[in-house]
């Protein structure tokens, strides 16, 4: 057995409902590590286990930049002047790009409208739950979490 990861996408799907299409949003929130949290406490305690999610996993929400970097790459005039991009090729804008990235990450600046902040984009931020011991329980349970939220999407035509 070893350590693993559980990543859960936070994302929009669609769902074709009597011959009209629905938008369904899926998205992160204030509270989506605490009700993460609260789901893997109740399983465990319906399990008839002692610990707490807190014991068994860590839990956080990341963003990835590889998802992000076009969507900043194109707002860039709104974070640096026009003397400040000029000149700059296609790498040097990927490092400024980078930067705001990381500044949205650390709070300095607003976070990406696809973060959760308007309905336009979907969620790029990633529900991350990893285990912090290679246990039974935890590998069990891990597995039993993923399993909940895999989503294929599947082509009837």
């Known amino acids: 057995m070893k350590i693993f990861t559980?990543?859960?996408p936070i994302h929009s799907f669609i769902d074709v409902?009597?011959?009209s299409s629905t938008s369904v949003y899926v998205g992160c929130h204030d509270n989506t590590v605490k009700f993460a949290k609260e789901l893997v406490d109740d399983l465990l305690k319906a399990a008839g286990s002692e610990k707490s999610a807190d014991d068994v996993f860590t839990f956080s929400?990341?963003?990835d930049f590889d998802s992000e970097r076009d969507k900043i790459y194109e707002r860039l005039d709104e974070y640096y002047t026009e003397e400040e991009l000029e000149g700059k090729d296609?790498?040097?804008?990927?490092d400024l790009a980078?930067?705001?990235f990381d500044k949205m990450i650390s709070g300095e600046i607003e976070k990406s409208s696809s973060w959760g902040q308007n309905y336009d984009d979907y969620d790029t931020r990633t529900l991350i739950i990893k285990s912090?011991?290679?246990?039974k329980l935890s590998i069990d349970l891990g597995s039993r979490i993923e399993s909940i939220?895999?989503?294929e999407g599947v082509y009837d035509g």
């Open 61 to 63: 929400i990341q963003a």
């Open 6 to 8: 559980i990543e859960i």
């Open 17 to 19: 409902i009597t011959n």
């Open 90 to 94: 296609y790498r040097a804008k990927n």
């Open 132 to 135: 912090k011991t290679d246990d």
């Open 149 to 151: 939220f895999s989503i």
């Open 98 to 100: 980078k930067e705001i």
